[in-house]
């Protein structure tokens, strides 16, 4: 017994130097048209962060994303739809259009000084790659925030 201890003391942290770091709270899944259509005009949000619901009304209202005119094809736009309503987060709180209107944005952001979303580097609540440095890739985890000057 003792000699199983002290083996599994001496390699353990030998398997924790190598492991992957945690995964983020929302892990990027993929769809080759929310790449190419979405991720072309702005970061690839991940579906966890909305319901079904508002990916839904995101879809439907494309010609008028905010501000601009996001229109795609029909078979396009329902197959991402589609995608996006499977791999969505859970529902509860309506059906909100930005993620920065969640509970969970909210409580995940709180400690931030309104004075930081103002910043030039920062510009607005949307522009998660300003603090989250792998944010392109469906991470928001905590190792690796950078909150700009």
């Not at 599994?8 to 190419?36: C, E, F, T």
């Amino acid at each position: 017994m003792t000699r199983r201890l002290l083996l599994l003391l001496l390699v353990l942290p030998a398997g924790l130097g190598l492991a992957d770091p945690p995964p983020s709270a929302h892990p990027a899944r993929d769809n080759a048209a929310w790449r190419r259509e979405c991720g072309g005009c702005h970061v690839l949000y991940p579906p966890a962060m909305l319901p079904a619901a508002s990916w839904r009304r995101l879809m439907e209202g494309l010609e008028r994303h905010f501000g601009s005119d996001a229109g795609l094809a029909e078979p396009e736009r329902r197959e991402i739809a589609r995608w996006l309503a499977a791999n969505a987060g859970p529902g509860g709180g309506g059906a909100p259009l930005r993620i920065t209107e969640t509970a969970a944005f909210r409580h995940e952001h709180d400690e931030i000084a309104a004075a930081v979303w103002k910043r030039p580097a920062v510009g607005s609540r949307a522009n998660c790659q300003a603090c989250h440095r792998h944010a392109e890739r469906g991470r928001f985890d905590e190792t690796a925030l950078r909150i700009p000057r």
